[in-house]
């Protein structure tokens, strides 16, 4: 079955410092990839969807300036967090849709405390 | 926002049927149905999806009514690991998944 793998698991970080998770799909070629974040007792949010090749589209309230969005290659996309602070700190959970499929997978998420 | 409604919480015995209700009266003719699960502190889990016909696979049943307004997700023998968020999603226009609050099942032994 489609797998996606997400890395790191965790990351604490110190306040102004940037951080960068990876999502990479491993045994499909992701098209569409989405990053979630999710506060504690929360329900996941969109922050945005990326193409291949192409810039991401942010959700309304989602500043790109702050994560940033790279969908480089068709199995991997990156969120970088820059200049954290310690409202950042969240789960945040990618998943990707490959070419045919309807099936969207999910990464096991990365924890985010900024200290 | 989530297109579908659930109840916030459920309870269902040990080894019994759990039923999971699902509203989604604004679907549209082409629109799937997929039902994931989150375990604390874990990505979101897939477990099925629809778009008319009930569907089986090896985790659950998904029943959806006629009309295709509602849908329930069936865990046929429920255990102990099966205590999760349970997540209904009508994929938007847009191709993205949109999660609602879901519904907290527990299992109780």
């Known amino acids: 079955g489609a797998v996606v793998s997400q890395h790191p698991s965790w990351v604490i970080c110190k306040s102004g410092t940037s951080v960068k998770i990876e999502c990479r799909s491993l045994d499909f070629q992701a098209t569409t990839m989405f990053w979630y974040r999710q506060f504690p007792k929360q329900s996941l949010m969109l922050m945005a969807t990326?193409?291949?090749?192409?810039?991401?589209?942010?959700e309304q309230g989602v500043e790109k300036d702050k994560f940033l969005i790279n969908h480089a290659s068709l199995t991997l996309s990156t969120l970088t967090v820059t200049s954290a602070h310690p409202e950042d700190s969240s789960f945040y959970i990618c998943?990707?849709?490959?070419?045919?499929?309807?099936?969207?997978?999910f990464g096991s998420g990365t924890r985010l405390t900024v200290v | 926002d989530a297109k579908t409604t659930q109840p916030p919480s459920m309870d269902c015995a040990e080894g019994r049927a759990a039923n999971l209700p699902c509203n989604h009266s604004?679907?549209?003719?082409?629109?799937?149905v997929y039902w994931y699960r989150q375990i604390h502190s874990q990505g979101p889990q897939y477990i099925i999806h629809?778009?008319?016909n009930n569907e089986t696979n090896e985790m659950a049943s998904l029943i959806i009514t006629e009309d295709r307004k509602s849908s329930t997700l069936i865990l046929p023998h429920a255990t102990l690991r099966d205590t999760a968020v349970y997540y209904c999603?009508?994929?938007?226009?847009?191709?993205?998944?949109?999660f609602g609050k879901g519904t907290r099942l527990h299992i109780l032994p």
């Open positions: 998943s990707a849709r490959g070419r045919t499929g309807a099936r969207y997978t």
């Open positions: 990326s193409n291949e090749g192409s810039k991401a589209t942010y």
């Open positions: 999603i009508v994929r938007d226009r847009d191709d993205k998944i949109i």
């Open positions: 604004t679907i549209s003719g082409n629109e799937y």
């Open positions: 629809g778009l008319k």
